[in-house]
């Protein structure tokens, strides 16, 4: 539970892996409607055309005159053998926005001058044949700019995280995976009001080929959160678990996978939770892929579910309310057809969240049902030349959470474009340049402003928005530079909130000029 800003270091991050839909069958209550893994870059990448194992690079940005900067390092060391050490250092100073916006109580507010921000991240990994360590270490802060918090209020954001594995080859078949996963994470914090969350989980995963058609994967896990409050935080209501100061949770799940491969590719399995608090969950999960020549059709269906946190228990809308898990229906249908370079997709979905874990004025609590339907149709197209990719989204809300709702509008969901158009494209231009432009256009939205003839808060329509990034990337040995723009229209589109929770759009950082240059040796 954290805010947006420039807190992740994406100059270090190698790629992307995002599975649309629920994976809550293999991943748990964390991944209800999509799975997004995120891999940095390693030994290999850094070394990749270069002459020695480390990289050095920096940022400096600039949006309408307050200047934000950033530097990392990375390095590599191959130890002998099959043993390899990676580690990475990362440092962002700069502010959410430069502009001034109006706040919920008619009051002005200069966000460049009240919202700085700051990051601090380190990350170290070790390797060796089967054996596998990851650890980081975060620090982010920030100046919240608005009535509800005092300017002087700094809440700051850090983590320690640290990954264990060992993959156990049992034969050339079977597979056991034991991990360790500890998180310690601090949210919100400002000076003896700290909440504090100690997340150990263990789990063991077995992978199994079981011949040229079948394969089997399944798993147990378990966790336990412990979360506590600052000292100063004794007797007030929603920063306290009901009254206490200390509370632990306790969560044990297994799940259960199988794939055939023939004529027709069939995936079925599912997965069951207990919280010892929020109770049980079972989801169940169907996949059905078929390719034939060009063409290929995917049917999906789906359960999912969203495992309360923390937060919600210290936000409950009544003391000592049960909170049940959220839960989630989702159905796909896709078909997609390959001509020569270019790959055409066309998406059919409905998702279904049925007692939506919804946050009101009172806090949090079970809602009633809410659905979207929607379509997606994507293009994609390579080239010795380079890529261009295109995609139209649309969809239709259902929603009877009226915290969710836009009175009037019944197909929107808040803060949400039911349509966006999105362009992406890499132009090899030769002698180590290449261009990289990209296109978004938002659809209208709906959202809760300030309105100085009511002098209060009142339902607004926000323009759709055209969103043009540009950026010239040049490669020559060692050294790595670029020279970009970000919203160069000017178009500003901010940050709504997603729910009636009295609180303005916030601005972003509207026209952003970026260097950025790497050197490795």
């Keep these: 539970n954290t805010l ?20 809550s069958a293999i991943y748990g209550g964390l991944a209800e409607l999509a799975v997004i893994k995120v891999v940095t870059l390693q030994g290999e990448d850094l070394t990749s055309g270069l002459p020695g194992k480390a990289a050095v690079g920096g940022m400096f940005g600039s949006a309408s005159g307050k200047a934000r ?23 962002d100073d700069g502010r959410r926005s430069p502009f001034t916006f109006t706040d919920f109580d008619g009051s002005k507010k200069d ?19 089967a054996f596998s360590f990851r650890g980081l270490v975060e620090d982010y802060r920030i100046q919240d700019p608005s009535s509800a918090a005092p300017a ?122 207990k919280h010892n608090l929020a109770g049980s969950a079972f989801v169940p999960r169907f996949a059905l892929t078929w390719v034939g020549g060009a063409f290929h059709t995917k049917l999906l269906y789906a359960g999912a579910f969203r495992t309360p946190n923390v937060q919600v228990f210290a936000l409950r809308a009544a003391a000592n309310t049960k909170i049940e898990p959220e839960k989630t229906q989702d159905l796909e249908l896709e078909a997609g057809w390959q001509v020569g370079g270019s790959i055409t997709t066309l998406t059919l979905f409905q998702t279904k969240l049925d007692k939506p874990l919804v946050y009101g004025t009172l806090g949090y609590s079970n809602g009633p049902e809410a659905t979207t339907k929607g379509a997606e149709l994507e293009w994609k197209w390579r080239q010795s030349w380079g890529f261009l990719n295109a995609s139209y989204s649309m969809h239709k809300a259902d929603s009877k959470v009226l915290d969710w709702s836009v ?61 043009l990034n540009l950026q010239v990337v040049w490669n020559q040995g060692p050294w ?42």
């Design 4 to 23: 947006f800003g420039h807190r992740f270091p994406i100059h270090q991050i190698k790629r992307l892996e995002i599975i649309r839909g629920p994976g």
């Design 152 to 273: 002087t209020s700094t809440r700051s954001f850090s983590s320690q995280n640290a990954d264990l594995r060992y993959g156990y080859q049992v034969n050339k078949d079977l597979t056991l995976t034991p991990s360790y996963s500890y998180r310690r994470v601090t949210s919100w914090a400002k000076p003896g009001r700290e909440r504090t969350v100690q997340r150990d989980k263990g789990g063991l995963v077995l992978g199994w080929d079981v011949d040229a058609e079948f394969s089997f994967n399944a798993g147990v896990e378990r966790y336990t959160d412990s979360a506590s409050v600052g000292a100063d935080s004794a007797g007030l209501t929603g920063v306290t678990f009901d009254g206490d100061q200390r509370v632990t949770y306790g969560v044990t799940g297994a799940y259960a996978e199988l794939t055939y491969k023939g004529p027709v590719n069939l995936t079925v399995g599912g997965r069951y939770e």
């Design 111 to 129: 966000a460049g001058e009240l919202s700085p921000t700051r990051s601090r991240m380190a990350n170290l990994g070790y390797s060796s044949g």
């Design 69 to 91: 900067g950033a530097w990392s390092a990375l390095l590599a060391a191959d130890l002998g053998g099959d043993r390899k050490l990676t580690a990475a250092l990362f440092s």
């Design 480 to 521: 790595t530079a670029s020279l970009g723009g970000f919203d160069l229209g000017d178009k500003r589109p901010g940050f709504i909130q997603a729910y009636n929770g009295g609180a303005v759009p916030l601005p972003d950082s509207g026209r952003e000029l970026v260097v950025k240059l790497r050197y490795g040796f």
């Design 407 to 467: 009175p009037g509008h019944d197909g929107n969901f808040l803060g949400a474009a039911t349509t966006k158009l999105s362009v992406f494209a890499g132009i090899k231009l030769g002698s180590g340049f290449s261009l990289d432009p990209s296109l978004t256009l938002l659809g209208e939205r709906y959202g809760y402003d300030y309105n100085a003839t009511a002098g209060a808060l009142a339902l607004r329509k926000f323009d759709s928005a055209l969103l």
